[in-house]
């Protein structure tokens, strides 16, 4: 399974960007995707994650009234709409995926799968 992660880019604070991860295959009927940060020198945040099955959504406090999590069945993408982007959301983002949900969706340790990752950078 191949996890492809694009439309990170150079934002001014207060605008917007919107990322998608499209998986190879549709396996995670059962499962979840999520998305994850990483700056230098720290471990990978959590930011959203996605139930495939119910389409239940989980937000970081952080990030939960400017994020939004959605998803394409028909394409086995899913996306993460971010809106008042902030410097402190400049990060490496990478979505990951797991083959059965785990109530423990925050922890990076959990995911089977994982995209090569798309560099967010917020900065005036």
């Known amino acids: 399974v191949q996890l492809q992660a694009s439309g990170g880019g150079l934002v001014q604070p207060g605008g917007s960007l919107r990322l998608s991860c499209a998986a190879s295959?549709?396996?995670?009927?059962?499962?979840?995707m999520a998305w994850f940060r990483q700056t230098p020198g720290k471990g990978r945040e959590f930011v959203a994650a996605l139930r495939w099955g119910n389409g239940a959504k989980y937000y970081a406090d952080s990030v939960k009234t400017r994020f939004t999590v959605s998803r394409d069945n028909a394409k086995n993408t899913i996306y993460l709409q971010m809106n008042n982007l902030k410097p402190e959301d400049t990060a490496l983002y990478s979505c990951?995926?797991?083959?059965?949900?785990?109530?423990?969706?925050?922890?990076?340790?959990?995911?089977?799968?994982w995209g090569q990752g798309t560099q967010v950078t917020v900065s005036s």
């Open positions: 990951a995926a797991r083959r059965i949900h785990s109530v423990q969706y925050y922890n990076p340790e959990n995911y089977d799968y």
């Open positions: 295959t549709r396996t995670f009927s059962q499962g979840s």
